[in-house]
């Protein structure tokens, strides 16, 4: 679910995988993981990730998800 959401919301706001990564302060290779489903961000930057789209974790990620966090 994450990795479709996060692509989604990224779509949605006009945001360039690099646009995305500047505002949470990480690197354009860690989006791109996070869209191919090969990692999940940190909390922190999971809570960066919720303010800049207004969502809740909840909206982005699974149960499943959020306990490998």
Same mark, same amino acid.
């Given at each position: 679910?994450?990795?479709?959401?996060?692509?989604? +919301?990224?779509?949605?706001?006009?945001?360039?995988q690099?646009d995305?990564?500047?505002?949470? =302060?990480?690197?354009? %290779?860690? /989006?791109?993981k996070w869209?191919?489903g +090969?990692?999940?961000?940190?909390?922190?930057?999971?809570?960066?990730?919720?303010?800049?789209? =207004?969502?809740?974790? %909840?909206? /982005?990620?699974?149960?499943?998800?959020?306990?490998?966090?």
């Open positions: 679910m994450f990795k479709e959401r996060i692509r989604e +919301l990224r779509s949605k706001n006009n945001y360039t690099d995305l990564a500047k505002k949470l =302060n990480i690197s354009r %290779q860690s /989006i791109s869209e191919n +090969l990692s999940y961000p940190t909390r922190t930057s999971l809570n960066l990730i919720c303010e800049v789209f =207004n969502v809740h974790i %909840q909206d /982005i990620m699974d149960q499943d998800e959020v306990m490998l966090i």
